[in-house]
Nanobody, 128 residues
Framework: QVQLVESGGGLVQAGDSLRLSCLGSGRTITNYPMAWFRQAPGKERSFVAVISLNTGFTYYADSVKGRFTISRDNAKNTVFLQMNNLKPEDTAVYSC?????????????????????WGQGTQVTVSS
């Protein structure tokens, strides 16, 4: 499995931006599709964004489309989530995840079952 550690969360105001990072270790993430999920208080974990092995395919939840951008730097074994125009409803713990198997092709609908390695999460709080 890949070990994943997220960073970059924090407390911001509505309209602000944040950039989350997810650093992989133990194995290279190059061979895995990578995704971000989030879990708000009292709610189930939900899909945010996914990126394919070669960055040629990205897919977003409707709620973040046009505001969030997922990217990856395989040389740095890192995945990013750029979040712009943040809203209070974006408040959640954000976790990154690596595909369950190397070389997996993931297509919508994207669910937690597609991923086998998870980070511990980073808190994002957006005040109104």
């Amino acid at each position: 499995q890949v070990q994943l550690v997220e960073s970059g969360g924090g407390l911001v105001q509505a309209g602000d931006s944040l950039r989350l990072s997810c650093l992989g270790s133990g194995r290279t993430i190059t061979n895995y599709p990578m995704a971000w999920f989030r879990q708000a208080p009292g709610k189930e974990r939900s899909f945010v964004a996914v990126i394919s092995l070669n960055t040629g395919f990205t897919y977003y939840a409707d709620s973040v489309k046009g505001r969030f951008t997922i990217s990856r730097d395989n040389a740095k074994n890192t995945v990013f989530l750029q979040m712009n125009n943040l809203k209070p409803e974006d408040t959640a713990v954000y976790s990154c995840a690596a595909g369950r198997y190397p070389g997996t092709i993931i297509r919508p609908p994207v669910g937690t079952g597609d991923f086998g390695s998870w980070g511990q999460g980073t808190q994002v709080t957006v005040s109104s």
